[in-house]
C-alpha cells in the first residue's frame, strides 16, 4: 500500500534536493515575501525551483489529490479533498543562505487530516527520511541500506537532549529549559532536521512556543517520528490536524519521544498559563 505515493515522492524530493544544491553552489537570487499574516520571510531560486519540480510531479502522478505548498497561493480547493500533498520545497530557507546546510526538502500526505505519509530529505547531507503509516520510519544515508528509526526511551526530562533553533534562545524558551530542568540542547535548523534527530536518538525533544509554524513545516516530519515511536502534538497536547482553512499551527509544536511526552505537556501547562497562552481553536 503506497508503494507508488512512497516512491513518487522519495524521487521527487531527491530530484527538488540536487537542483537545490546546484544553486547552493552556484549562488542563488534572495527575495522576500509577504505571508498572508504579513510577516516577512525570506526566498529564494531554490525555493521557486524545487516547488516547480514537486508540484508538477504529484499533480502529473495524482491528479485527484489535494495540494498545498509554501510556494503556491493556496487556493482552498484543497479543503475539499480527503487526500491533500503538503509541501515544504525548502524548508530552512535561512540556513540555505547562511551556507550551513541545515535545509530539508519536505513532502508529507494526509488524509482526512491525518499524515498518513511522509519523506524528508536533506540535499546537503543526502540524508532521507521516510515512513508510511503503520510501516515504520527509516533512514537512508549515503553507501548505507535503509535503516530503521526508534525514538528514546528517556522519560527524565534533566537526561535530555533538546533540538534547539540556530536562532538566539528566547527568554520564554529559557523559562521552560529552567522550568522542565532541560540542560542539553543542539542548535540546528529546519523542523524536519530537528525532528529526525528525536527519530536518531540525537535528541529527545523538540518544543516550537510561537505560532509561526505551518503545515509543510510539521506534516512530513510528524508521520516519521510517529513511526519511530514518537509523538508530534501542539504545546497543549492536542493532535495537529492538516485539513483546516488555517495553516499555521496556532498553538505551537511539541514534539518528542513518545514515552515523555505526557510529561512534557503537563510540565509546560503552568509556563503556559504564565505566559498567557490559551488553547486557540483552528478553523
Given at each position: 500500500m503506497f508503494e507508488q505515493e512512497l516512491e513518487t515522492s522519495v524521487s521527487l524530493a531527491r530530484r527538488a534536493g540536487a537542483a537545490i544544491m546546484d544553486l547552493y553552489e552556484s549562488g542563488a537570487q534572495v527575495g522576500e515575501k509577504l505571508a498572508d499574516d504579513n510577516y516577512a520571510e525570506p526566498v529564494t531560486e531554490a525555493d521557486h525551483a524545487a516547488n516547480k519540480i514537486i508540484v508538477d510531479g504529484l499533480s502529473e502522478a495524482f491528479p485527484l489529490d489535494g495540494l498545498l505548498s509554501e510556494e503556491t497561493p493556496d487556493d482552498k480547493?484543497?479543503?475539499?479533498?480527503?487526500?491533500?500533498?503538503?509541501?515544504?520545497?525548502?524548508?530552512?530557507?535561512?540556513?540555505?543562505?547562511?551556507?550551513?546546510?541545515?535545509?530539508?526538502?519536505?513532502?508529507?500526505?494526509a488524509e482526512k487530516g491525518e499524515p498518513i505519509l511522509g519523506v524528508v530529505y536533506l540535499p546537503q547531507e543526502n540524508i532521507l527520511y521516510r515512513a508510511v503509516k503503520g510501516r515504520g520510519a527509516w533512514m537512508i544515508a549515503p553507501d548505507k541500506g535503509p535503516k530503521r528509526l526508534k525514538a528514546s526511551d528517556k522519560t527524565d526530562l534533566g537526561q535530555m537532549t533538546v533540538a534547539v533553533s540556530r536562532d538566539h534562545r528566547s527568554e520564554r524558551m529559557n523559562q521552560v529549559f529552567e522550568t522542565l530542568s532541560l540542560k542539553k540542547e543542539i542548535?540546528?535548523?529546519?523542523?524536519?532536521?530537528?525532528v529526525g534527530l528525536i527519530t536518531q536518538q540525537v535528541c529527545d525533544l523538540y518544543l516550537h512556543l510561537s505560532p509561526r509554524t505551518k503545515f509543510w513545516d510539521t506534516c512530513a516530519p510528524q508521520i516519521i517520528l510517529e513511526e519511530a515511536g514518537g509523538r508530534l502534538t501542539d504545546l497543549f497536547g492536542y493532535p495537529l490536524r492538516y485539513d483546516l482553512a488555517e495553516v499555521r499551527n496556532l498553538n505551537g509544536v511539541a514534539a518528542s519521544n513518545g514515552v515523555a511526552h505526557s510529561k512534557t505537556i503537563e510540565a509546560l501547562k503552568p509556563l503556559l498559563a504564565d505566559f498567557g497562552r490559551s488553547r486557540v481553536a483552528s478553523s
Open positions: 480547493e484543497r479543503l475539499k479533498k480527503d487526500r491533500v500533498w503538503i509541501i515544504d520545497p525548502l524548508d530552512g530557507t535561512k540556513g540555505f543562505i547562511n551556507r550551513d546546510g541545515d535545509f530539508a526538502v519536505q513532502i508529507g500526505l542548535q540546528r535548523g529546519s523542523v524536519g532536521l530537528k
